[in-house]
């Protein structure tokens, strides 16, 4: 957990052990684990600026997107059944490439981003229940040729390094008996550029994020998303390997969102283009609504 500063800081021993006994006495959550962050009354939660719309910045450098609110209604949650209000949040901005070390090396207590659960990853990282199901496609210049990943022979696929989405891409050009050049970019927004620019024929990463993307280019109607879903993505919320407390936490915590009529707000919030939650959405959510 990370340290912070009291409100109070010369409050007097007996009274932080009295609010350390409390926690320790809440039923239903196991919080023992925090209650550093409940005297300091911090919490450091990382966030990816470049995951629209799980993720981002908005126009006021503000961590904003689905998993976001998320985890802002996970908190409220945990501000609740602890009795202390309001904990306050660092945000801590990660990439890529980051995100899993800063969660394990301690510099935040959770990842609010688009981070597909593996069990590769498993090894460095612990997960909450699922957040949401996605799966790797492809994004191309309408002019094009084709409408799918066999159409894309001889042509060049950029894809983010050392992601879910890169061995996806493998898999599917080797079982799909496909040649292509598999180009690999630090970035979505490099990805993007490089697409417009000519450079790639085709860009993959996870669909909803795609979509995002897309409406970030100079001409979104220049691009469309392939039909073909190349892989199988169950999205989750990092946090500390070994920590079950913090781990139960978040899970009581998302358990009483997904039965409560706030996760169709969040929901509609960020994805009301596409309708209501599909059958699969819906499946995830009640195998998210644990009993207590």
Same mark, same amino acid.
Request: aromatic share 6%; proline share 5%; glycine share 8%.
């Given at each position: 957990?990370?340290?912070?500063? @009291?409100? *109070?800081? +010369?409050?007097?021993?007996? =009274?932080?052990?009295? %609010?350390?006994? #409390?926690? /320790? ?79 394990? @090396?301690? *510099?935040? +207590?959770?990842?609010?981003? =688009?981070?597909?659960? %593996?069990?590769? #990853?498993? /090894? ?169």
């Amino acid at each position: 957990m990370m340290d912070g500063v @009291s409100d *109070q800081p +010369d409050a007097a021993p007996d =009274a932080a052990s009295a %609010t350390a006994n #409390r926690v /320790r006495l809440l039923a239903g959550i196991a919080v023992a684990v925090l209650v550093a962050d409940i005297i300091t009354k911090t919490i450091a939660v990382a966030y990816r600026t470049d995951a629209l719309p799980f993720s981002f910045e908005d126009s006021d450098k503000k961590a904003a997107g689905y998993t976001v609110d998320l985890c802002r209604s996970i908190i409220g949650v945990i501000e609740r059944q602890i009795g202390v209000s309001p904990l306050q949040v660092k945000w801590v901005p990660v990439t890529t490439q980051n995100r899993f070390s800063t969660i394990a @090396s301690g *510099q935040a +207590d959770m990842e609010c981003g =688009a981070s597909t659960v %593996t069990l590769g #990853r498993m /090894r460095e990282v612990s997960f909450s229940t699922l957040t949401f199901l996605d799966g790797t496609g492809l994004l191309v210049r309408r002019s094009t040729p084709g409408a799918s990943l066999l159409d894309l022979g001889g042509k060049k696929i950029g894809v983010i390094s050392g992601t879910s989405n890169e061995r996806a891409v493998a898999e599917a050009l080797k079982a799909q008996v496909v040649t292509a050049t598999v180009v690999p970019v630090p970035t979505r927004e490099e990805g993007l550029a490089q697409l417009e620019a000519g450079t790639i024929d085709a860009f993959a990463s996870d669909r909803v994020l795609l979509v995002g993307l897309a409406s970030r280019a100079k001409d979104p109607k220049s691009l469309a998303l392939l039909l073909d879903a190349l892989s199988y993505e169950p999205y989750a919320i990092a946090l500390p390997r070994g920590d079950w407390a913090m781990k139960q936490a978040v899970d009581a915590a998302l358990a009483q969102i997904y039965r409560s009529s706030a996760i169709g707000e969040i929901y509609a919030r960020w994805f009301s283009s596409m309708g209501k939650p599909g059958p699969v959405i819906e499946a995830m959510y009640g195998m998210g609504r644990l009993p207590e």
